[in-house]
């Protein structure tokens, strides 16, 4: 199973983060399968920022829910992460990655600055 994430490196404060991670290998609804967002800011540790399931139900850090949604499509095979509202505080490496299954996209770095 293979995860690549795509998207801009460099969003400006209050604009939207639009990040996709794209699966090959393994159906985005195969049974057990839950999909993960997770970031590392510099510096700091790994903070799970949300996962979508198998069956499309989302769950999400509870802070950041009030700022971020996770969508799918299934026709093209991935998974897509919107933060909205972003400060320079949202910097980080964003990874999407299996819950369970140990699978992680390499990280595709965001900067958040005017």
């Known amino acids: 199973v293979q995860l690549q994430e795509s998207g801009p490196g460099l969003v400006k404060p209050s604009q939207t983060i639009s990040l996709t991670c794209t699966v090959s290998g393994a159906s985005i609804t195969t049974t057990s399968y839950w999909w993960n967002w997770i970031r590392q800011p510099p510096g700091k540790g790994l903070e799970w920022i949300g996962t979508?399931?198998?069956?499309?139900?989302?769950h999400f850090s509870p802070s950041l829910k009030s700022r971020a949604s996770i969508s799918r499509d299934t026709s093209k095979n991935h998974f897509t992460l919107q933060l909205d509202r972003v400060t320079p505080e949202d910097t980080a490496v964003y990874y999407c990655?299996?819950?369970?299954?140990?699978?992680w996209g390499q990280g595709t770095q965001v900067t958040v600055s005017s």
């Open positions: 990655a299996t819950a369970g299954q140990g699978y």
């Open positions: 979508i399931t198998d069956s499309g139900s989302t």
